[in-house]
């Protein structure tokens, strides 16, 4: 288990998590904050490469959409900065995923994934899918989606395969 105390954390790459780990904020989402300070086109703050592997009671806070990088505009759907991807399973619950933007801020890559009791807000949909997704049989529940940005394609959430389900369950405030 690896715990963070209170306080605010900025990595200035990808994290990727290849074993059990269960990664959580000492006081909750409130406390904790993690700050991605990537700004590699397309790359998560955090990967799980392990089904038992958990992030819990965290704040997980992007560098928000941006015009220019060096300078140079960039298009919305080059506007990839993202959270969390559950490449091989695994467990975010309790936190709160803020300022990202892009396809997929949070995106649980097969069955064993699960996302729940997590606050998406002020975050931006910026590409051609959707601002939360997931492979067939993955799984959000009480999650609640407020003040984000959706610039077209399939909106908040969107399942990946032929003939593919994923189970979001919304709680509506």
């Known amino acids: 288990e690896i715990v963070f105390a209170d306080g605010v954390y900025t990595n200035a ?4 998590v290849t074993a059990a780990v269960a990664i959580r904020g000492e006081n909750g989402a409130g406390a904790t904050k993690l700050v991605s300070t990537n700004f590699t086109n397309g790359a998560y703050l955090m990967r799980l490469y392990d089904a038992r592997a958990s992030v819990r009671g965290m704040t ?11 300078g140079q505009p960039i298009a ?3 506007n990839q900065w993202l959270a969390v ?3 091989t399973g695994g467990l975010l619950a309790d936190c709160v ?3 990202f933007a892009g396809d997929y801020v949070v995106y649980c890559g097969n069955s064993a994934a699960c996302v729940s009791n ?6 931006t949909q910026a590409g051609w899918h959707a601002l939360a997704g997931g492979a067939e049989g993955s799984l959000y529940t009480h999650c609640r989606f407020l003040r984000n940005t959706l610039s077209g394609g399939n909106g908040v959430g969107v399942a990946t395969g032929l003939l593919a389900t994923m189970r979001i369950y919304f709680d509506i405030f």
């Open 97 to 99: 995923v803020t300022n």
């Open 76 to 78: 919305s759907y080059n």
């Open 60 to 70: 997980l806070q992007g560098p928000g959409f941006k015009a220019r990088v060096n």
């Open 85 to 87: 991807n559950l490449v």
């Open 118 to 123: 997590c606050l998406f807000t002020g975050n």
């Open 13 to 16: 790459a990808q994290s990727d």
